[in-house]
């Protein structure tokens, strides 16, 4: 009989990553709360592609089970494919790389605690952070009666400096050292760094936080285009060159860092209320969402360009909030892969020293039109019919004018006035 078997311990599931805060976690979960500690680690395409160390990591420090679930492909087509085809940009900037992960991370957490038995799952987001919001909210929606613990707000460790003596004294490895303690979070979708000089808003980042992108003055002399094919707002082929969506991203992180684009440096609002200094590296995540961005400029129509546009937002903040499972988010998802039906075409994008620049776009389904858009031979546009438009499309305005507003005003006091 094995020793997992064996216990009469509770259990408790715990999202493990090998990195300083869930490593503390693992030993903490066994001394202060005497429960047996199943570490599940998710590979969603972080830096290194084999996680099999972090399993055995967590064994070596006495959890009854480990396992490390490679989730990129499904982490790809299932939501990745998602998030571009809704534009997703918190704030209009951050891809959402973290918050996108969470909702496949959670499910697994919760199909696992349903697998062994257990009646907690635990995590080591930080205590003034989103993710733990994003992580609870899932798992709540997924299994209204799992518990959850999340020692980082219970225990005394309040600084990364305490966590790692805490480490040492309880011969815990940790990859983090106090000469350069930052926080990182990577995946497909690009690579968050927080903590450390960065908490300095005035701060510039430090060259070596950087690693998917080139630093732009060191990248080619010589630009290179991209060309990013689409078949109903999913990315579907590189230069030519048809492909799965994960090999696909994958390719596009490499050829838009080799040129260093894809640095993001913003003062975030977190959902928690506090103003945070953050570094991203995106590559592909900003190249994806801003080629898709020019096709639907030229497949989709005014009102649904610029109505998809507020719903984008609104998904996008959803997903950030932590409200992946939602009536909402669900509902926004249906209208958005009602809008991808014709999205469908190639892009291509210029790169050079750290920019990405779109020039060309092409689709059998573009609602451009030539004979419409031209000023030269071939323009079939009739300029007669723009009279009649423009005195339907002011009528509304003249009629306040005369009876409510400058029309009237003036008429009453006989004299111009300032407008502005």
Not at 5 to 20: D, F, I, P
Not at 178 to 194: F, M, T
Not at 217 to 228: G, H, Q, R, S
Not at 382 to 398: M, N, P, T, V
Request: glycine share 6%.
């Amino acid at each position: 009989m094995s020793a997992a078997a064996a216990s009469t311990k509770e259990r408790v599931v715990l999202a493990y990553s090998g990195g300083l805060d869930t490593s503390v976690m693992v030993k903490w979960l066994q001394l202060e709360r005497d429960l047996d500690v199943i570490a599940i680690c998710a590979n969603v395409g972080q830096d290194a592609e084999d996680l099999e160390w972090v399993k055995q990591k967590a064994l070596d420090m006495d959890a009854i089970y480990s396992d490390a679930v490679d989730l990129r492909k499904p982490y790809a087509s299932r939501i990745l494919k998602k998030a571009v085809q809704a534009n997703a940009l918190y704030e209009n900037t951050y891809p959402l790389l973290s918050a996108l992960s969470r909702p496949m991370i959670a499910k697994y957490l919760v199909d696992y605690a349903h697998k062994h038995g257990a009646r907690y799952i635990a995590h080591g987001c930080t205590g003034k952070g989103n993710d733990q919001v994003r992580f609870e909210t899932c798992i709540h929606a997924l299994d209204p009666e799992i518990e959850i613990i999340a020692p980082v707000r219970e225990w005394d460790l309040l600084t990364r400096e305490q966590e790692m003596a805490w480490a040492s004294e309880h011969n815990v490895p940790v990859p983090t050292t106090a000469a350069k303690p930052y926080s990182i979070d990577d995946n497909l979708w690009g690579r968050a760094i927080e903590c450390g000089v960065l908490e300095d808003p005035w701060n510039e980042p430090p060259a070596d936080i950087w690693t998917m992108t080139v630093d732009p003055k060191d990248a080619p002399d010589e630009p290179e285009y991209l060309t990013i094919g689409f078949e109903r707002g999913v990315p579907v082929s590189v230069n030519g060159e048809r492909m799965k969506y994960l090999p696909l991203i994958i390719k596009v992180n490499e050829i838009c860092g080799k040129h260093g684009f894809g640095r993001i440096d913003m003062v975030e609002n977190r959902l928690v209320g506090i103003k945070s200094h953050e570094c991203y590296e995106c590559p592909a995540s900003l190249a994806l969402i801003r080629v898709h961005q020019a096709l639907e400029q030229l497949c989709l129509d005014r009102d649904t360009q610029h109505f998809k546009h507020q719903i984008d937002q609104r998904w996008a903040t959803l997903v950030y909030d932590g409200l992946w499972f939602s009536q909402l988010k669900e509902a926004l998802d249906a209208f958005v892969e009602s809008t991808q039906e014709f999205v469908t075409g190639e892009v291509r994008a210029k790169l050079y020293k750290g920019s990405l620049t779109v020039v060309g776009r092409r689709s059998d389904y573009a609602i451009y039109d030539y004979g419409l858009a031209t000023y030269s031979e071939g323009d079939t546009f009739d300029r007669a019919s723009s009279h009649g438009f423009i005195e339907l499309h002011s009528l509304q305005s003249k009629t306040w004018s005369r009876k409510q507003g400058p029309g009237a005003r003036r008429a009453a006091e006989g004299h111009d006035f300032e407008q502005f």
